[in-house]
Structures are given as structure tokens and as C-alpha cells.
């Protein structure tokens, strides 16, 4: 749903929680493929028995990639995606686990090269099915002003 949600409509504090999604076994074989990054503790089941985890972990971009993914469910078309700040992977990620994302307002500024947008921080929190944060990261949204400064 494409919606215009302001720069002066997001509220401090105010959060959602995305639906889930249950990570497989071709998650893992497709994001190999995609990003080239074919290391054991992702891809050798054998391997993966002899770390402390015991078992395969995700890709740490596979959980960023998919968490975010898991946000998109509102097209604001007067904001625009500016980047990740802080990204940080917490908790690993398993075969059958299954994470969804919490995105809190945690700051407001003005931007400093676009006197008519301002910048809006979403805190990034994938969570598995435990409630337990396994990625944690910083969206930053540039949003247009409803009010255009003189």
C-alpha cells in the first residue's frame, strides 16, 4: 500500500513488529549463490558440528536481507531509504528458526544538505522465535517535510 507519511507524522518511540518468516535449508543454498560467500560454517553440515554452535549458522547478510525484507510492507512515497548504520549480528540464526523485525522511531533530525526533508533512525530489531534480538541495526529514512521551511 503506497501511503505519504511526513517527516512531522513519525512519532518517537512508536514501533511494529513484522510477521514471521521460518528460515530453510534453500534460503541458505540461495543466498551462497547470490553472494558467493560458500564458508563452512554456512554450507558444511560436518564442518559446522565442530564449532561452538554445533550446528550451520545463517549468513549474516542472509537475516539482514530477509529481516528488512520482512519491513517493506508500506510504500511511503515521500521517503527514500538513505542506509544502515550500527549493524550488529547478536544471536546466530538456525535451520527452522523463525525471526521476524521490530522497528521502533528511536530518532528525528534535520538533514543538513536538504532543508526540506529531515532524517528519521528506525531502529532494526530481527528477533527469533524465542523474542530473543539476533540482528539489531540502524534504518535511516530521508522524509520529505509536510512543511517547507522559508
Known amino acids: 500500500m503506497e501511503?505519504?507519511?511526513?517527516?512531522e507524522d513519525y512519532v518517537l518511540g512508536e514501533s511494529r513488529i513484522t510477521?514471521?518468516?521460518?528460515?530453510?535449508e534453500t534460503d541458505f543454498v540461495i543466498h551462497a549463490g547470490h553472494s558467493g560467500d560458500f564458508?563452512?560454517?554456512?554450507?558444511?553440515a560436518e564442518f559446522a558440528r565442530t564449532t561452538p554452535f554445533g550446528q550451520r549458522i545463517a549468513h549474516g547478510t542472509m537475516v539482514l536481507a530477509i529481516g528488512v525484507g520482512l519491513t517493506a510492507t508500506v510504500i511511503n512515497k515521500v521517503a527514500f531509504s538513505y542506509?544502515?548504520?550500527?549493524m550488529r549480528f547478536i544471536r546466530p540464526?538456525?535451520?527452522?528458526?523463525t525471526i521476524r523485525t521490530r522497528v521502533t522511531i528511536s530518532a528525528k533530525e534535520d538533514d543538513p544538505k536538504r532543508p526540506d526533508s529531515g532524517r528519521v533512525i528506525e531502529r532494526c530489531e530481527v528477533l527469533n522465535?524465542?523474542?530473543?534480538?539476533?540482528?539489531a541495526t540502524d534504518h535511516i529514512l530521508m522524509v520529505e517535510r509536510r512543511e517547507k521551511p522559508a
Open 129 to 135: 522465535q524465542r523474542d530473543e534480538v539476533v540482528l
Open 93 to 97: 540464526v538456525f535451520i527452522g528458526d
Open 3 to 7: 501511503q505519504a507519511i511526513y517527516f
Open 83 to 86: 542506509g544502515y548504520d550500527r
Open 39 to 44: 564458508f563452512p560454517h554456512h554450507m558444511d
Open 19 to 24: 510477521t514471521g518468516r521460518t528460515i530453510t
